[in-house]
C-alpha cells in the first residue's frame, strides 16, 4: 500500500497540513474530542502506532478511547455510592437517637459541652463527630464519606486522561525553561463526575446535619434539666456550605445539567431550613432571613427547571416541594430521594454498558445506541432534555458520532 494511500486512511490531512508532495509542516486544530477513531492497515489489519508519521492520531485516539473507558468506570463506580447514601439516610431515619446517644455538658459546669457548626462541610462534620456520644452514631456515615471523597479525588479533571498527559507535558515546559502559557482545552475533560460527587458530598452531610437536627428537636422536648440538650450551645455559621452549593450550581448552569443544578438549588434551600431549626431564640437573624429569601428564589427556579426538563429531572419535583413548604412552614423534617429518581440513578449504569455506538448530543454529553448502534429513533438526552439519535441511521440536528470502541470494551471488566 502507497503512502498516499495510508494517508487516507488515516484522514492525515484532518491533523496536520500538508505539502503537495505530502510533507506535514503543520499541525491543524485539535480534533474534536472523541472523533478519533484508531484505524488500521487495511491489508495486514496491523495498528499503525509504530510509525511516526500516524504516532500523533494514534496517540489521540486512544486517549479517546481511555476517557470513555473513564466514564463509564465512574458512572458504575458513581451507582453504589449513591445508593449506599439512601440506605443510610433511612437507617438513621429508623432509628431515633437514643439517650446514651444525646451530647450532654457536664452539671455545673457552663457550657461545657458546645458544638460549633462552622466552616466547610467537612469542619462541620468534624464537629459533629468529635461530639462526645455522637460519633458512634455518625461512624458508617464517616466510612461512607471516605469513599465518596476518594471517588471524588479519582474523577477530578487532573486525574483523567487528557488531564494527566497535560500534567507531563506542562511539566517538561516547566524543566525546559519554557515560558509559554499552557492552556488545556476543557472540552475533553469530564466534568460531570466531579459535579456529581460533589453533589452527592453536600447530600451525604445533609443527611447527617438533617438528623442531628431531628435528635436535638426530640431530645430538648424530652429533657430539659441541666445537662441536657437545652444546656449546650449551637453555634451555626454556614457561610462557607452555602457557596458550596452556589458553586456547585455555577458548575451545572455551565455544563448544562438541569438534575444538578436542582439538586444544587435543594441542598441550598435545605441548609437554610437547616440552619434556621438550629438556631435560638424568638427571631431571626436579619442574615438568615435574607437567606430564606434566596433559597425560595432557587426554589421556584428549580420547579420551573422540573416543569420545563421533566425528563432530566426525574424525581426531583417532590423533593423541591417538599424544601418549599419547609420554607414556607418553617417546620424542619428530613426529606428522601422519591422512587422514581432512585431508579433513574440505578439505569445510569445500565445505560454506558459499553454495547453499542457512542455519540455526543448537541451539549456534549455522551450516551450510547444498542444493537446495531445506528439512530433508529429520537429520545431525549436524559442529562439535557436534548434531542437525541435520529431516524434511519441519520442523527438529528447538533449531535455526532463519537470513536468505535467495540473490541476495547468486550475487554472491559469494571
Known amino acids: 500500500m502507497s503512502r498516499s494511500n495510508l494517508d487516507g486512511v488515516m484522514n492525515l490531512g484532518q491533523h496536520f497540513r500538508l505539502l503537495e508532495d505530502g510533507r506535514a509542516v503543520a499541525v491543524q486544530d485539535q480534533a474534536e474530542a472523541f472523533t478519533v477513531v484508531v484505524q488500521r492497515c487495511p491489508e495486514c489489519r496491523s495498528p499503525v502506532q509504530n510509525l511516526q508519521r500516524y504516532n500523533r492520531i494514534w496517540r489521540q485516539a486512544h486517549l479517546d478511547e481511555s476517557t470513555k473507558k473513564f466514564v463509564a468506570w465512574s458512572i458504575k463506580a458513581f451507582v453504589p455510592l449513591s445508593q449506599a447514601v439512601d440506605r443510610e439516610q433511612h437507617r438513621l431515619m429508623d432509628s431515633a437517637m437514643s439517650t446514651a446517644e444525646a451530647p450532654r455538658s457536664i452539671p455545673g459546669v457552663e457550657e461545657s459541652v458546645s458544638i460549633d457548626l462552622r466552616g466547610s462541610f467537612d469542619d462541620i462534620f ?12 455518625y461512624r458508617r456515615m464517616n466510612d461512607l464519606r471516605r469513599r465518596i471523597n476518594k471517588y471524588a479525588e479519582v474523577v477530578a479533571e487532573q486525574e483523567q486522561p487528557y488531564g494527566r498527559v497535560f500534567s507531563m507535558v506542562r511539566n517538561v515546559h516547566i524543566q525546559q525553561g519554557s515560558t509559554t502559557t499552557m492552556e488545556q482545552d476543557k472540552t475533553v475533560l469530564q466534568t460531570k463526575q466531579r459535579i456529581l460527587a460533589t453533589s452527592l458530598r453536600i447530600r451525604c452531610d445533609l443527611v447527617i446535619l438533617a438528623d442531628f437536627v431531628k435528635g436535638r428537636q426530640a431530645h430538648s422536648k424530652l429533657f430539659t434539666q441541666k445537662g441536657d440538650w437545652r444546656s449546650i450551645a449551637v453555634r451555626v455559621d454556614f457561610s462557607q456550605a452555602y457557596e458550596v452549593c452556589l458553586g456547585l450550581l455555577r458548575d451545572a448552569d455551565e455544563r448544562v445539567l438541569p438534575m444538578q443544578q436542582v439538586e444544587s438549588m435543594v441542598s441550598f434551600a435545605r441548609l437554610v431550613c437547616i440552619e434556621r431549626s438550629l438556631c435560638s431564640g424568638s427571631s431571626e437573624p436579619v ?8 433559597a425560595s428564589d432557587l426554589i421556584f427556579e428549580a420547579i420551573n427547571i422540573c416543569h420545563t426538563k421533566p425528563g432530566s429531572t426525574g424525581g426531583m419535583l417532590e423533593e423541591v416541594e417538599a424544601v418549599q413548604t419547609m420554607l414556607r ?17 440505578a439505569a445510569m449504569a445500565r445505560e454506558v454498558s459499553g454495547t453499542g455506538h ?17 439512530a433508529m429513533q429520537q429520545s431525549r438526552c436524559p442529562e439535557c432534555g436534548e434531542t437525541v439519535g435520529g431516524a434511519h441511521h441519520i442523527l438529528a440536528g447538533g449531535n455526532a458520532r463519537e470513536t468505535e470502541l467495540e473490541e476495547e470494551f468486550l475487554r472491559l471488566r469494571m
Open 287 to 294: 442574615h438568615l432571613t435574607d437567606r430564606v429569601v434566596q
Open 358 to 374: 457512542w455519540f455526543r448530543c448537541p451539549n456534549g454529553h455522551p450516551y450510547v445506541i444498542g444493537e446495531c448502534g445506528g
Open 329 to 345: 412552614g418553617g417546620t424542619f423534617y428530613q426529606a428522601v430521594s422519591s422512587d422514581e429518581k432512585r431508579d433513574i440513578i
Open 126 to 137: 468534624e464537629a459533629l463527630r468529635d461530639t462526645p456520644s455522637l460519633g458512634g452514631r
